[in-house]
């Protein structure tokens, strides 16, 4: 019998709709239980030549230079947003006005009062909304989930999250639209360290309050056209002390100013009983730590055997998963979610809860004191 | 202008088919440049509904259950051979007298004469032909290989290259086919010592003499079917210290009988100016060692950069790639080849001349002296 | 020609005690151009029976009961006071008073106002003083001052310190005197935090401002003579934001809720150009980067070489020191800016700056906000 | 009670004269259960000044010229040998005739006949021996030991025994007497090969089978003296595969050609149930692998733990040690065997047992094949 299909658009085509359409692409391709078989129907960008050219590059059937068009049709099940975050806003209230299931690259929105109203869009429209946070779904970070979750470090105490990266650390780097607070909404805090803050949030609980640290260390650089220095007016780093709402304590940071480090998004959890550390730069080894004596050490987990999470789709133990793998994961439990009739997660709800907690460390950072979230 | 379009068939859809598939799927969606566009047109097994299944799960056109009858047809252009080794010789003929182009799964064969045999049909027929071994097309890998041709390292006097993995440890684990010598041809050596071999000749050279050593720790295990006990007839490790024609000193190794060693394809090469370590449990990584004073160090490079090989068409640096990526490349490289009208590498003459590496130690394991290849 | 000798004088036998009087014994064994030979004269202790069997054991000639008597003798040079906190100012006063030379065991002081005292006395008599920071005195941490100063890794942009321990995680673990305020000052915090607040110091600059957060995780412990429970009115946990005067920005941290970390003082810092990485549980390795294109990477240095700080007098490359060696290169270069007269680093005005800092955390720990120090 | 005195003379005063003296000066400032207390008496070497000079600096009463007058003193307990291979035997047999309990650097001898004669002279006067492979001694030498010992990794399959170093890579590194047959007995071989055997033989077995290998990559080198070049008639490198009484299968290495390697003295065994790993550079640390299901992993034991061989007499966990404490064990267990009566391990027999490992493989270097020990 043959899977239901699943007409997919995706609104965005450049980095973020590389990994997304990979996703859409092969998760029916090593998932043999999923409950859709997707469709790339349709890709949305504003240039008529390039978004054709991304049509053919990723398979998609057509392309198209109007979302507002391709929100409307009547044929698509999924709008898949990619683009960057100051036009996710019009698009999701769109797309939730016609009913459509969305993910949405994270950030949600620029601003708190963004992420609710697309929140409260969406809740209104009862449509199935998932915010892409891809980290969640690296299997080592699941299994970290698991292992925290059956208790086996028992109650925590520390979350220690930084995301670490170097590629504007010259200052003859350009001024691209990511270091502009009008098209970005926050430089390293919304960028990554959104991301430490989703997995503290994920694998340790709400977060209450903050007390936080914003730093532009090269104030102007280069416009990309050449005419001349333009401002940086968004955070080159973006540090934060943390309490959550359980009583853990904990940091996170972000930073794009620390050389040899490309896409070190850290963490390391202490509980009562046991520690996990996870490193994207090697996102198939978790390690843990479990107290049992004086032969106790941190273990690497070489988190690809067939009982890993997702991994059975893939390769026999031992042979290591990449990156965009953790975006097809992510299709995979929207499409589970949209089978099952449940909420993923994170959804826009998450989308929310990060936002007010980034939204508190700018309040820090302005305040200089501690800010509830 | 479209791409000329290149219809390929796959023999076999187990591991190696997943793996295989895969790539001729994502090669074109990820190398913009590819010369041509692939079509996966079918795929070929025994069983007609498994075969069916797969074609449907892997993408391909249609199914079929006579490899005769697909080399026989004159629409396909590629035949890759992703069946167990005994079942190599008759499909490679067969593709080589149609005039096919050949990717064919490693070892090639499971003799010296087949392996030749093979070699003399492909060359008398003029078609193009490559060897799987992907490992030599990990970035990793192909870094460790320029730094070596560029002098980097100075002139090899090491190489260590072990294989290690653990799934058969267990007594209890029973006799798959890949322990019956009339199917697999050998055990270890010819499974995965013939990769480190491969790999010493990919970036050392050509190896000269040999003396092995082959031990079969687990002499009888229970059969698949559970009608009782089979026999062994294959090594569970393989040793050998080897001599490279060029004066280089060395060891290589395969072992099933390796207690959390999953997947650890690993490399230590030792020149008069530095050091190169690879290990493919973390195959993003190169270590490199290169003498400059006081201060040196091995370093770990990331070898995620967009100058590194192939990695441009991924992600941006510090975002890993996994292992399916190494048969991408390899695709990929044969393409290149057939538009270039040049020979890919490794193709049946690194076959043959692994093969009689192989050979070479298992003749030494029962000579207990040293051999010439 | 004989060397001079110089007499030395311990208060405290116990861990510090230890490691203080292998330092003394051992430097002229091993430094041959020492210009000074120690001599163990007497140790000091409140236990009459205890204090002489550590005398036998450490190798000092005589032992006593009386600091007073002991700094009053004419005959003694050097007083080394490694006692726990609460008793330095008396012993520190009377050393200084009597014109002996001062090493001082770290904290300083369990107060501002007490190491302020300390420091104006030690001027006041025109005495030399050193603080035993021993961590600034690993080859290692020699070697990241040396990268930075020659400015291999750039202006400094961020600094992260993080000591973590486990050894009170169990709520079992009774209340030792480290847990009381009146006798250790305060807990992590002084304990380890200042060892990484310390090495920030020596490493990036004078600290300006802090945020701080103290936990107490486990409230009240068993007595440790049984007879029932007593409160923990020290910090557990200690974490501050910090800005340096050189506008490095920063985390400092230190937990003794950290299972599996024994003795994890770590630090990592970036500058424009590169980093640098140390961790106490593998001291005798520096991890740096310096960017230098597309093969750049982490190198581990392991800092045995004979060019490294230190080593030409211990053992040939690649045969590693241990803890107790950062006490003898403290007294080496205490002996040495004796015989040159100069001050030795750190002394009792670096006490005091690492007591400003301690106190800004706990002020600002209590006030919510940035605090300057 | 005072403990009962043992005069100790020390034979050679170089590298391991520096190494064995600190341990006879350090054993009984750390163990305090030591049944005796070592004294220094006389340094032994053939240049008055020099061993006038070691004396002063080791700690010893006094030096001598003459190894014959020492052996004879009527005063001396313990004859301590750490003078190159080739003077081993006169002294050996000297002191065994005088009664001395000796301790003799490792390798015992230049050859299987004098290790023979050495061990036949030792056994003959009934006198306590020991050689001193002080690697045994690491305590993660010793968990490794105790881990096997207790089954925890099951029966033993394989041992993979890397000793490697870098120093006499460059070729201009003159011809110094570690290069001369005649002094040194053998190269690579011997000095640190020996090592991996004797590892092997602690942590295995017996070994029963060796097929050899000896490379000399540098054939002539500068003399000392700038006359001109040398021979070098000793092997830069040695590998051998070996098999061990008990079914284990492996390969012993010893090169001087490996850049970046600056004393990484590394085994891996792989057992039935997990597998250990040792590295002389981290020698603190000993990463385990017990299989228990997919979470497994290996494991980075630092054995520093009060629990662990040796360590509750020096520091707390997490406070490593370093290179020369192994040789402070060795003195330890030797004195506490000889206070027990007992046969320390390795003694002459182990020397001699290792020499004809040696042996094996340099008979079969030359023969090409297989030979027993």
Redesign the interface.
Same mark, same amino acid.
């Given at each position: 019998m043959p899977k239901p299909k699943l007409n997919v658009a995706m609104i965005g085509y450049q980095?973020m709709g590389r990994?997304h359409s $990979?996703a859409w692409?092969q998760v029916a391709?090593f998932f043999?239980d999923l409950p859709y078989e997707p469709v790339l129907k349709v890709v949305c960008g504003r240039n008529a030549d390039a978004v054709s050219k991304a049509a053919e590059?990723?398979?998609f059937e057509e392309s198209s230079t109007s979302w507002e068009e391709v929100v409307a049709r009547g044929d698509l099940d999924v709008i898949d947003v990619c683009t960057p975050g100051d036009s996710h806003l019009p698009i999701v209230l769109g797309a939730a006005a016609a009913g459509k299931t969305i993910l949405c690259e994270k950030p949600l929105a620029n601003s708190v009062a963004e992420a609710r109203q697309m929140r409260d869009a969406a809740e209104a429209a009862g449509i199935t909304h998932m915010l892409c946070h891809n980290y969640r779904r690296a299997p080592a970070v699941q299994?970290a989930k698991r292992?925290i979750d059956e208790g086996r470090?028992g109650r925590i105490?520390?979350y220690?999250g930084?995301y670490?990266?170097?590629?504007i650390?010259d200052p003859e780097f350009p001024r691209v639209w990511r270091l502009e607070k009008a098209k970005a909404g926050s430089g390293a805090l919304g960028d990554i360290g959104s991301h430490s803050l989703d997995l503290g949030r994920f694998l340790v609980g709400e977060i209450a309050e903050v007390?936080g640290?914003l730093?532009t260390?090269v104030k102007e650089r280069p416009l990309e056209d050449g005419s001349g220095m333009g401002a940086v007016d968004v955070d080159d780093?973006a540090?934060?002390?943390v309490?959550f709402e359980n009583?853990a304590?904990?940091?996170v940071?972000g #930073?794009r100013?620390?050389?040899?480090?490309? $896409?070190?998004n850290r963490f390391?959890i $202490?509980?009562?009983?046991?520690?996990v550390v996870f490193d994207?730069?090697?996102?198939?080894e978790l390690e843990?730590?479990e107290?049992e004596?004086?032969?106790?050490?941190?273990?690497?987990?070489?988190a #690809?055997?067939?009982?890993?999470p997702y991994i059975a789709a893939?390769?026999?133990?031992?042979?290591?998963?990449?990156?965009?793998?953790t975006f097809t994961h992510t299709v995979l439990d929207l499409l589970r979610a949209l089978h099952e009739g449940v909420k993923p997660t994170p959804n826009f709800e998450d989308g929310l809860a990060n936002q007010l907690v980034l939204d508190a460390i700018e309040r820090s950072a302005v305040?200089?004191?501690?800010e509830d979230v």
């Open positions: 980095f990994a $990979n692409r391709r043999e590059q990723f398979g299994l292992i470090i105490h520390h220690r930084t670490l990266q170097d590629w650390v007390s640290l730093e260390f780093a540090l934060a002390l309490r009583g304590i904990g940091s940071e #930073t100013f620390a050389p040899g480090r490309k $896409n070190y390391e $202490n509980g009562a009983k046991g520690s994207l730069e090697r996102m198939n843990v730590y107290e004596g004086p032969d106790s050490g941190f273990k690497t987990i070489l #690809t055997d067939e009982a890993h893939w390769w026999p133990p031992g042979h290591i998963i990449g990156y965009e793998h305040s200089r004191k501690w």
